[in-house]
């Protein structure tokens, strides 16, 4: 009886252990999306406090996602070698800081350097984030807890703006960074506290010519995409970033190739299931963001709808993405994630299409409902294709399959911005005074349905995880 009494005691515990990882994750992963919009809403007071154009002020966003883009493989491995708990609190640590210096600052200079320490912090909470929770929860759970993260996600693009609008209104714009503090202070303490660190690939040395080159190739496509529109795409900074980027690849594979303890283990990409989701992640992204980034200008520019409307009718994306979230993850513990992934981007496809045969006459309903279902679509799509990535790669790989993902993210969204910002310049180089913008946001719109059907056989043609991997990934497993 008391061997009985004591064993479920040992197991109330590490259940409760497994949910205050979760809290302890929940918030980092809430943070950054939060940050991210909340400085959305304040450019254009940043522009006129710091009398800069909207170029300029742009990149208080720009540099932080180049940042966080470029350097999430390398906090990744370092997670791997020195332990995901240490990464993830010293992220923290870093994004408050910087969040202090950022809303001390007196010139557009400065505010651009602290965002690009910020970035480095919130790199630190994307790439531990995952491989913690990856490693304290089964296999037969991390669906759901995936899916909850997505939820922390969308719930920060939520709030964001609504919450930046009061912030900078009420307290200025300062005080959009300044609310990090507490936060961060406070989460730190609770993950030095709660969290345990797991099994590290120790006696290994960091690859840091495998880091530069990485860091090198995604930094110079990300810039490419991101300006080659103002920049021109047959200019001789477009073509020059493209080929460097093309260039330091090259390198990066040969590199990593030949190392004995690589950055990234290209071996992982021999997994069909890796692989697969990999790129159907950055397909999913891509097309997601086609529409992220048209429908303020089709809503305010050819519906003539108010900001406030507008605003209200964007919500449909991350409000459905929480709600349908938890829900797929849960259900890909039981069937799998290949249906599940393939259909919500079936599903994103459809209502990106269906955006593409919207009118102004047909008024603001249609598009909040088709919004809704590419919300709808997302979320069934991403927590089942993160299970997939995380259950696919060893445990002392975790950290190296977060990172990665959360690469696929970023670049997608930055690809997905770049390819809507093209057609739109292409086709209706006027702007909103072009009779043409409803034509080019229409194709954009297509453009971005095609790509997620491409995305469907992509997510289609997985594997499922060998079970030698899926085994060694389960804690419950390596516990034994």
């Known amino acids: 009886m008391a061997v009985g009494s004591s064993s479920r005691i040992t197991t109330t515990v590490k259940d409760n252990y497994r949910w205050y990882v979760l809290v302890t994750v929940f918030v980092g992963t809430f943070m950054a999306p939060l940050d991210s919009s909340i400085v959305n809403i304040a450019l254009p007071t940043l522009a006129k406090y710091f009398s800069v154009g909207i170029t300029t002020v742009g990149w208080v966003v720009m540099a932080y996602l180049l940042t966080t883009s470029s350097l999430l493989l390398s ?48 790199t630190c909470l994307l790439a531990a984030g995952p491989a913690i929770l990856t490693d304290a929860f089964p296999a037969s759970e991390r669906g759901k807890v995936l899916g909850l993260v997505a939820v922390s996600v969308a719930l920060g693009l939520t709030v964001g703006p609504f919450l930046g609008g009061i912030i900078v209104s009420q307290f200025g714009w300062r005080w959009i960074f300044f609310v990090n503090v507490p936060v961060g202070i406070l989460t730190s303490v609770l993950a030095a506290l709660v969290l345990k660190e797991g099994k590290l690939d120790l006696g290994k040395r960091f690859d840091f010519l495998g880091a530069a080159t990485v860091f090198g190739a995604l930094l110079s496509v ?122 919500g981007l079936a599903v994103s496809g459809l209502a990106l299409f269906g955006l593409s045969r919207t009118s102004p006459s047909g008024g603001l309903i249609p598009i909040a409902i088709l919004l809704g ?22 445990r002392h790989r975790f950290g190296i399959a977060a990172s990665m993902q959360a690469t696929m993210r970023n670049v997608g969204m930055v690809l997905g911005v770049a390819l809507a910002g093209a057609i739109v310049a292409t086709f209706a180089p006027k702007g909103d005074t072009d009779p043409r913008l409803i034509f080019a946001i229409h194709l954009a719109f297509l453009v971005g349905a095609a790509i997620s059907a491409v995305g469907v056989v992509t997510s289609l043609v997985r594997g499922a995880p060998p079970e030698s991997i899926a085994s060694t990934s389960d804690p419950t497993s390596a516990a034994s």
């Open 75 to 122: 906090a990744g491995r370092l997670g791997d070698m020195k332990g995901h708990k240490r990464i993830y609190i010293a992220g923290f640590i870093i994004f408050t800081a910087a969040s202090v210096l950022a809303g001390l600052s007196t010139t557009i200079g400065q505010l651009i350097f602290f965002r690009v320490l910020q970035a480095v912090g919130g």
């Open 222 to 343: 990300l810039l490419a995409l991101s300006v080659g529109n103002k920049w021109g795409w047959g200019s001789e900074w477009t073509i020059g970033f493209l080929s460097s980027a093309a260039v330091l690849t090259a390198a990066f594979i040969a590199i990593e190739n030949k190392a004995g303890e690589p950055m990234l283990d290209l071996s992982l990409f021999k997994s069909r299931l890796f692989s697969a989701a990999n790129v159907s992640a950055l397909i999913n992204y891509v097309a997601l963001f086609v529409v992220i980034f048209l429908i303020p200008f089709y809503l305010l520019d050819v519906f003539k709808a108010t900001p406030q409307k507008t605003g209200i009718v964007l919500t449909a994306v991350p409000l459905i993405t929480a709600v349908v979230a938890p829900i797929s993850g849960s259900l890909s513990d039981k069937i799998g994630s290949r249906f599940l992934s393939s259909f």
């Open 373 to 394: 279902f590419v919300g709808m679509g997302s979320g069934m799509f991403q927590s089942p294709n993160s299970n997939a990535i995380m259950s696919s790669v060893p």
